[in-house]
């Protein structure tokens, strides 16, 4: 039972209710950026130390990662790669290959836009992660609201480029050897649970915002 004055929650659009007040939504854009390597398919960990795919063949996507990006998508959360190849400037792949990689993906999952760097530390560049340039790209060209939205990534620049614009953060932990993010951030051990977290949370700001 709703406490008095206040409408029962009814079955909506839960991308919707982060600015619903008295029962009236207004709608969002809302994101959840996504790391590629490590979160939509599987890195390559070798002595503790994680590797990108370098081929098509090599490209696994574990079968929970669809399920939940349908899920998130079916809410109404636009989703996006925001991915950091700097193997493009150090010449092990070409920007072709990555960008058949790419298109592999998103003819098995449901991406709206994949935002590569194809950089290196050296270039200074403003769109390698841990810089948010990736994501203030997509935020700009598709009207999206970062401080509503997410993102998910499994190493720590992910988690830190996601600070940096705003966003609430996840982290895939694997237990790689190496740095780990700063907080805050939410550790998960997989993409599905992030989502499943996403959307548990969405219901609780629903319910929170129309007591
Ligand atoms: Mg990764
Ligand atoms: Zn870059």
Known sequence: MAP?????????????????????????????????????????VRNGKVYSPDTIEEMIIPPDVAPALAQLRAQGFRLVVATNQPDIARGRLTRAQVDAMNAYLRSKLPLDAIEVCAHDDVDRCDCRKPGAGLLLRAAQRDGITLDESFMVGDRWRDVAA?????????????????????????????????????????IQLCEYNRS
Request: net charge positive; glycine share 12%.
């Open 162 to 202: 996601g600070q940096a614009a705003g966003c609430a953060n996840f982290f895939i932990d694997y237990g790689y050897d190496e740095k780990r993010p700063d907080a805050p951030y939410i550790t998960v051990k997989s993409l599905a649970e992030a989502s499943t977290r996403i959307l548990g949370k969405l």
């Open 4 to 44: 008095p004055g206040v409408t029962p929650r009814t079955e909506g659009k839960a991308n919707q209710v982060g600015r619903c007040r008295n029962g009236i939504c207004h709608g969002l854009m809302r994101a959840v950026f996504l790391d590629r390597d490590g979160v939509l398919n599987q890195a390559f």
